[in-house]
T-cell receptor
């Protein structure tokens, strides 16, 4: 059974550019959530999608957006990149959306996408 | 709001010894789940073990067990017979059910180093 797949693994962008990261969840999983990890702020929740609908959003500026497709694959986009956006972006998938009964609703993460903004 | 506290920034343990990583949490949710993840230097967040707040027994997964003490709000990870490959960052996380708490909230992590 394939795990959560994130692409690209590494990328370098220039300030002001935009970037799109992709995440393919585990087969059958319909909930995809995104997290940003930095040395200073640790792991912070960006947003969650379930059945193509954004259900939850973290405290990030509007430059951070995402979407989910009918096959549950998800993309996140960051526009007008800033140096502070340099981070590891992690995607997680689960069967059911967040907030439902946790029994059996384990959350699995991908390998992450390392973004460096110069 | 919910909060996870990991008080051990780093730990050094001799190979083959058991190790306990501490985690305490705070939440007002009636139901919640507790997770432990391992993150090697590659960045991947590897799921280790899960404990539901209403589970009667402590969770176990191979060499990993979770020492869940609900009244004390602690969820310590125990790794038996540590191996060199266990060297990594370890994160405790929780998820509630109330609005705003459904997302995973992580602790600051513990860097575990296994010494040969």
């Amino acid at each position: 059974k394939a795990g959560v797949t994130q692409t690209p693994r590494y990328l370098i962008k220039t300030r002001g550019q935009q970037v799109t990261l992709s995440c393919s969840p585990i087969s059958g999983h319909r909930s995809v959530s995104w997290y940003q990890q930095t040395p200073g702020q640790g792991l912070q929740f960006l947003f969650e999608y379930f059945s193509e609908t954004q259900r939850n959003k973290g405290n990030f500026p509007g430059r951070f957006s995402g979407r989910q497709f009918s096959n549950s694959r998800s993309e996140m986009n960051v526009s007008t990149l800033e140096l502070g956006d340099s981070a590891l972006y992690l995607c997680a998938s689960s069967l059911a959306p967040m907030g439902t009964g946790d029994s059996g609703n384990t959350i699995y993460f991908g390998e992450g996408s390392w973004l460096t903004v110069v | 709001a919910q909060k996870i506290t990991q008080t051990q920034p780093g730990m050094f343990v001799q190979e083959k010894e058991a190790v306990t990583l501490d985690c305490t949490y705070d939440t007002s949710d009636p139901s919640y789940g507790l997770f432990w993840y391992k993150q090697p230097s590659s960045g991947e967040m590897i799921f280790l073990i899960y404990q539901g707040s209403y589970d009667q027994q402590n969770a176990t997964e191979g060499r990993y067990s979770l020492n869940f003490q609900k009244a004390r709000k602690s969820a310590n990870l125990v790794i038996s017979a540590s191996q060199l490959g266990d060297s990594a960052m370890y994160f405790c996380a929780m998820r509630g059910v109330n609005f705003g708490n459904e997302k995973l909230t992580f602790g600051t992590g513990t860097r575990l180093t296994i010494i040969p």
